[in-house]
């Protein structure tokens, strides 16, 4: 799940500018049909795959979005899985084309390379990029008044064609405290989350319903209304939560969008930070990891995935084990190849 990083949104301004001097125009009619838009570019060319299979990413492999960047390929390509959700469809293709336009210059390239940890900074780029172009800066500041609320959330949903996760990295970019926004199903399974400040977002895939403010809402079955809560707490693999929320959910069009903060909730005239609130399992817990076999005690997880990270560094974003077919494109265990081939063996007879 993406953080936002300091320098993102000057590296986001300078993927605006690229896109503007490569495809002149060409940003106003992305965030109407970015398939025809894009499809229509002889130096790029879209890939669909099915939503089930594993989605090849070359080396720009993420957990936020259901696609890939192969720049491989002549011309480069976008792979988006074929979701059910047009809306999600348009944010990962966006998504994407984020990652070929940090490719191909110089100075954005420099500036992933300069930042802590390039991949994340790159993925929330492309993610920053993405919802801008669908969720410009004059229909927010209409829509986010005082801060970024749940109704706020919904009233994005309706007045444009983004994502829900497109509307979570946006109101994330929002928020005046540290907190997250995410997208759940109905079961309280994490789908996407974004967060801003020290605040880890839930983990994608992540059970969530233990957090009250999702337990209330999955008790009312997808009322329509605006649930609020004052004990809301993030559930991490580790068994820790985070400390007392300040939160809001409701149901959108099939799914959850709930926001969190820390303090300064905008729905409420007083609400001060809930300090040392957390809650810990007593529990050991220990892992296997399915790359290495390694069984070990869980102390770290994965900043972006949220699983828990083995002491040679495998989670469940980084599958060393897994290697790409150069003729499917798809990420496939080592028993599927022989030997030192490029193409698995289904591919290969």
Same mark, same amino acid.
């Given at each position: 799940?993406?953080?936002?990083?300091?320098?993102?949104?000057?590296?986001?301004?300078?993927?605006?500018?690229? #896109?503007?001097?490569?495809?002149?125009?060409?940003?106003?009619?992305?965030?109407? +049909?970015?398939?025809?838009?894009?499809?229509?570019?002889? +130096?790029?060319?879209?890939?669909?795959?099915?939503?089930?299979?594993?989605?090849?990413?070359?080396?720009?492999?993420?957990?936020?979005?259901?696609?890939?960047?192969?720049?491989?390929?002549?011309?480069?390509?976008?792979?988006?899985? *074929?979701?059910?959700?047009?809306?999600?469809?348009?944010?990962?293709? #966006?998504?994407?084309?984020?990652?070929?336009?940090? &490719?191909?210059?110089?100075?954005?390239? +420099?500036?992933?390379?300069?930042?802590?940890?390039?991949?994340?900074?790159?993925?929330?780029?492309?993610?920053?990029?993405?919802?801008?172009?669908?969720?410009?800066?004059?229909?927010?500041?209409?829509?986010?008044?005082?801060?970024?609320?749940?109704?706020?959330?919904?009233?994005?949903?309706?007045?444009?064609?983004?994502? @829900?996760?497109?509307?979570?990295?946006?109101?994330?970019? *929002?928020?005046?405290?540290?907190?997250?926004?995410?997208?759940?199903?109905?079961?309280?399974?994490? &789908?996407?989350?974004?967060?801003?400040?020290?605040?880890?977002?839930?983990?994608?895939?992540?059970?969530?319903?233990?957090?009250?403010?999702?337990?209330?809402?999955?008790?009312?079955?997808?009322?329509?209304?605006?649930?609020?809560?004052? +004990?809301?707490?993030?559930?991490?693999?580790?068994?820790?939560?985070?400390?007392?929320?300040?939160?809001?959910?409701?149901?959108?069009?099939?799914?959850?969008?709930?926001?969190?903060?820390?303090? /300064?909730?905008?729905?409420?005239?007083?609400?001060?930070?809930?300090?040392?609130?957390?809650?810990?399992?007593?529990?050991?817990?220990? *892992?296997?990891?399915?790359?290495? /076999?390694?069984?070990?005690?869980?102390?770290?997880?994965?900043?972006?995935? /949220?699983?828990?990270?083995?002491?040679?560094?495998?989670?469940?974003?980084? @599958?060393?084990?897994?290697?790409?077919?150069?003729?499917?494109?798809?990420?496939?265990?080592?028993?599927?190849?022989?030997?030192?081939?490029?193409?698995?063996?289904?591919?290969?007879?």
């Amino acid at each position: 799940m993406p953080k936002l990083f300091e320098g993102t949104g000057k590296q986001v301004e300078g993927m605006l500018s690229v #896109l503007e001097q490569r495809w002149p125009g060409a940003a106003a009619r992305l965030a109407q +049909d970015p398939f025809s838009e894009i499809g229509s570019w002889e +130096d790029l060319t879209i890939a669909p795959v099915p939503e089930e299979s594993n989605v090849p990413e070359g080396s720009k492999r993420g957990c936020s979005v259901a696609g890939g960047y192969l720049w491989q390929t002549q011309p480069p390509t976008l792979v988006v899985a *074929e979701s059910l959700s047009a809306r999600r469809q348009r944010f990962t293709l #966006l998504h994407e084309l984020g990652h070929h336009i940090q &490719s191909i210059d110089l100075e954005l390239g +420099d500036a992933l390379m300069q930042a802590e940890d390039s991949e994340e900074f790159e993925d929330a780029a492309c993610d920053a990029f993405a919802a801008d172009l669908l969720l410009p800066s004059t229909l927010v500041q209409q829509v986010v008044r005082t801060g970024p609320t749940v109704e706020s959330a919904l009233e994005l949903f309706r007045r444009s064609k983004a994502s @829900r996760a497109a509307i979570c990295v946006r109101l994330a970019e *929002e928020l005046r405290s540290p907190g997250t926004v995410a997208v759940l199903d109905s079961e309280g399974t994490v &789908s996407f989350a974004a967060s801003r400040g020290r605040i880890f977002p839930p983990a994608r895939g992540s059970d969530q319903s233990a957090n009250p403010l999702v337990a209330a809402s999955l008790a009312e079955s997808r009322a329509d209304r605006v649930i609020q809560r004052d +004990d809301s707490r993030i559930q991490y693999s580790t068994g820790h939560t985070s400390d007392r929320l300040y939160g809001q959910i409701a149901w959108c069009d099939g799914l959850y969008i709930a926001v969190m903060v820390e303090y /300064g909730a905008p729905w409420k005239h007083f609400s001060p930070p809930q300090d040392g609130t957390a809650l810990s399992s007593s529990e050991s817990r220990w *892992e296997d990891c399915e790359t290495c /076999g390694t069984n070990f005690f869980v102390k770290n997880t994965c900043s972006r995935c /949220g699983e828990p990270r083995c002491p040679r560094g495998h989670c469940g974003c980084r @599958r060393a084990a897994e290697r790409q077919c150069q003729h499917c494109f798809y990420l496939k265990p080592p028993s599927q190849f022989k030997d030192a081939s490029k193409v698995c063996i289904e591919c290969s007879s």
